[in-house]
C-alpha cells in the first residue's frame, strides 16, 4: 500500500514566485493533514481536511497561503506571493478517522526554501 | 498557553547504551501523548501513544514511554540504541476533550539523537 506521497521533496524559488505543493493521502483517508516546520521551530498545524472540506485552518499563517482538495483525493498548498518567512519542510498526512482516534500518516515533506 | 517541551535538543548516546529523551506538556486536562520519530529522508512515523490506562506504553522498534500525571512528562526509553535509531524524535499531544484544537497535533521542537558506533 502506498503510503502518503509529497511532491516536489524541495523546492527552491524566488521571493514573489508562486509555488504549489502537492500532497497525495493514503487511498480511503478521508481526512488530510497540513502541517509546516519552520527551521529551529516546532512543527505547527496549517489546517485539515474532512474529504473536501476543511474541517479547521486556524494555522494557516496568512491570505498568501491557499489549501484545496478537490474531489476529496489529493490536497494541494499555494504559496502566493512566497515570502522569505515561508521557507520550511511543509509536512502532510492522513488518516482514516480523526488524528485524535486513529494513526495519521506523514509523507516526508516538501523543504520549500524562498531566496 | 497548551505547550509541548522537549528540553534537549540534541543528544548523542553510545550504541548499546540505554536512552531517555524527555517530554513535559502543559494543558489543562491530561491530553492524548504521542511519539513521533523521522529519520533522515523519510516522513514522521509513530512509534507510540498514551490515551488512558497502563502508564507505560510499549511501542514500536523497542521503544517504550512512560506517562506520569504528576510530572506532567511523557518521556520516551529504549534500553539499547541501535545506529539505526538515529534520527529526531518528536512529542506531540492532542487535547483528550473534543472542542477547539482537538483534531490536530501539537508538537514540541523535537530532539535530535546521535549514536557513535
Known amino acids: 500500500e502506498a503510503g502518503v506521497t509529497q511532491f516536489p521533496s524541495h523546492s527552491v524559488i524566488e521571493k514573489g514566485q508562486t509555488v504549489t505543493l502537492r500532497c497525495d493521502p493514503i487511498s480511503g483517508h478521508d481526512n488530510l493533514y497540513w502541517y509546516r516546520r519552520v527551521m529551529g521551530k516546532e512543527i505547527k498545524f496549517l489546517l485539515h481536511?474532512?474529504?473536501?472540506?476543511?474541517?479547521?485552518e486556524s494555522g494557516m499563517p496568512n491570505n498568501r497561503f491557499l489549501a484545496e482538495r478537490t474531489g476529496g483525493t489529493y490536497s494541494t498548498l499555494k504559496v502566493q506571493p512566497a515570502e522569505l518567512e515561508d521557507s520550511g519542510v511543509y509536512f502532510c498526512a492522513s488518516s482514516q478517522g480523526f488524528i485524535r482516534n486513529t494513526e495519521a500518516f506523514f509523507g516526508q515533506g516538501t523543504r520549500l526554501t524562498v531566496v | 498557553a497548551q505547550s509541548v517541551t522537549q528540553p534537549d535538543i540534541h543528544i548523542t548516546v553510545s550504541e548499546g547504551a540505554s536512552l531517555e529523551l524527555r517530554c513535559n506538556y502543559s494543558y489543562g486536562a491530561t491530553p492524548y501523548l504521542f511519539w513521533y520519530v523521522q529519520s533522515p529522508g523519510q516522513g514522521l512515523q509513530l512509534l507510540l501513544k498514551?490515551?488512558?490506562?497502563?502508564?507505560l506504553v510499549q511501542g514500536i522498534k523497542g521503544f517504550e514511554a512512560e506517562f506520569k500525571r504528576s510530572q506532567s512528562s511523557f518521556n520516551l526509553r529504549k534500553p539499547s540504541v541501535h545506529w539505526s535509531d538515529a534520527a529526531e524524535y518528536f512529542c506531540?499531544?492532542?487535547?483528550?476533550?473534543?472542542?477547539?484544537?482537538?483534531?490536530?497535533?501539537?508538537f514540541g521542537k523535537g530532539t535530535k539523537l546521535s549514536v557513535i558506533p
Open positions: 506531540a499531544v492532542v487535547p483528550s476533550a473534543e472542542g477547539a484544537g482537538s483534531y490536530q497535533l501539537t
Open positions: 498514551y490515551f488512558s490506562g497502563d502508564t
Open positions: 481536511f474532512v474529504k473536501e472540506s476543511k474541517q479547521d
